[in-house]
């Protein structure tokens, strides 16, 4: 696994907020598992777009790590894995759709195509 060379030297509570959440990748895996609740890892993949499995992998990882998501094995056969927000994890929703809102007063989008899960927010378009 990867290991940074220096420690994050986080030093106020938003650094550490953006570093869970923030990117372009965390908060849509977040906002796609609040629409749709728990999701296999394909049922996910198929959800987002232009992310390669690697990323996708890595990125879950994290949000494991960080106790954002919860991730189910089932050793059935086939063999799965379900992926579900945690409690922490659906704390973080009512702050994405904050910050959607806020971005939605101020961004300008020539083209109006939003992504599913953000049509959940509470911005109105």
């Not at 060379?5 to 908060?27: A, M, Q």
């Not at 409690?87 to 020539?110: N, R, T």
């Amino acid at each position: 696994m990867y290991k940074p060379k220096l420690e994050k030297d986080i030093r106020c509570p938003l650094e550490y907020g953006l570093t869970i959440f923030g990117g372009k990748w965390k908060s849509r895996i977040i906002c796609v598992l609040a629409e749709k609740g728990t999701l296999r890892y394909s049922e996910l993949r198929s959800e987002m777009t232009n992310i390669t499995d690697a990323v996708l992998a890595t990125t879950l990882k994290e949000l494991l790590a960080d106790d954002i998501l919860q991730r189910v094995q089932f050793n059935e056969i086939p063999p799965h894995v379900e992926y579900s927000l945690t409690g922490k994890g659906e704390s973080v929703v009512p702050i994405l759709q904050s910050i959607c809102q806020w971005a939605g007063a101020y961004h300008k989008e020539e083209n109006r195509q939003n992504l599913k899960q953000c049509q959940k927010c509470d911005y109105k378009h």
